[in-house]
C-alpha cells in the first residue's frame, strides 16, 4: 500500500488535519469524511481507505475542525460545507485529472451532500450509512437537498440501520432518480456491525470498500 502523507488544511481561522495515500496509477480519488462520534484516525475509516487504495483509488481523509479541537458536538454546516470545500480542493491538488468524489460515514456524508448541493464539484457521491432520520424519528427526514443533485450516488446502508428505515430510504432513492443506487448491507447496523459476527472496526471498514471501489469504476 502507499505511505500515507499527513497534510494540514487551512479552514476559515482553523486548522484541520488530514492524511492522503495514492497508488500508482490511481482509477479515481475518494476524499473521505468521518461521522459525528469519531475522528479521521477511527480503525473503521483506516481500514476502508487502506483497502481503497489497495483497489487503486488514491484517498484524502480529514477531520471537522470540531474534532480537531476535541470538542464533541458536530459542527454547524457553514463550517462543515467549508472543510469539505478544502478537502476536495487539496485532493484536486495531488491528483493527476482523475474523477474526485466525494464520500462521507453518516454527517460527513451528508455534509459532502450538502456541499455539492451548495455547488461544490464533485463526479459523485459515496455515504456510508446515510443519516436519514435520527434513530426512532422516521418523520424527521434529512432529504429535502438530495433531490437537486444529479450526480451519481451510492447509498451503502445496512438494513438494520436505525438512522434509515429501509422503505423511506427506499423511497427517497426512488424519488431522487436513476442517478442514485442502495446497495444494502444484510444484517448491518449504522457502522455496519452485524450480530452475531465478531470482526473489528478495521475489518468492517475494509469489508465496504470493495462494493464502493466497483461503483467508482462502473461511472467511468
Not at 26 to 31: C, F, I, P
Not at 103 to 117: D, H, I
Not at 138 to 150: A, F, I, M
Not at 164 to 187: D, M
Amino acid at each position: 500500500m502507499p505511505d500515507e502523507q499527513p497534510l494540514q488544511l487551512a479552514v476559515r481561522d482553523a486548522t484541520v488535519s488530514a492524511a492522503y495515500a495514492r497508488p500508482d496509477n490511481a482509477s479515481a480519488t475518494l476524499v473521505v469524511a468521518h461521522g459525528a462520534g469519531a475522528g479521521m484516525e477511527h480503525p473503521f475509516l483506516r481500514g476502508f481507505t487502506d483497502a481503497m487504495n489497495d483497489d487503486g483509488v488514491a484517498t484524502l481523509r480529514f477531520n471537522f475542525p470540531y474534532r480537531e479541537a476535541g470538542r464533541k458536538f458536530p459542527d454547524r454546516p457553514p463550517a462543515a460545507i467549508s472543510t469539505w470545500r478544502a478537502a476536495m480542493a487539496a485532493a484536486a491538488e495531488r491528483s493527476a485529472g482523475e474523477p474526485l468524489w466525494a464520500c462521507g460515514k453518516s454527517f460527513g456524508g451528508r455534509m459532502a451532500s450538502m456541499a455539492v448541493a451548495e455547488g461544490m464539484p464533485a463526479a459523485g457521491l459515496v455515504y456510508l450509512g446515510y443519516p436519514l432520520h435520527p434513530p426512532g424519528r422516521p418523520e424527521k427526514l434529512r432529504d429535502e437537498h438530495l433531490y437537486g443533485l444529479t450526480l451519481p450516488m451510492l447509498f451503502l446502508q445496512g438494513t438494520k440501520d436505525t438512522f434509515a428505515t429501509p422503505e423511506l430510504l427506499e423511497a427517497v432513492v426512488a424519488k431522487i432518480g436513476p442517478t442514485a443506487t442502495i446497495q444494502w448491507v444484510e444484517g448491518g447496523g449504522h457502522s455496519f456491525d452485524v450480530a452475531g459476527r465478531k470482526r473489528d472496526s478495521y475489518d468492517i471498514g475494509a469489508s465496504v470498500a470493495a462494493p464502493v471501489a466497483a461503483f467508482l469504476r462502473a461511472q467511468h
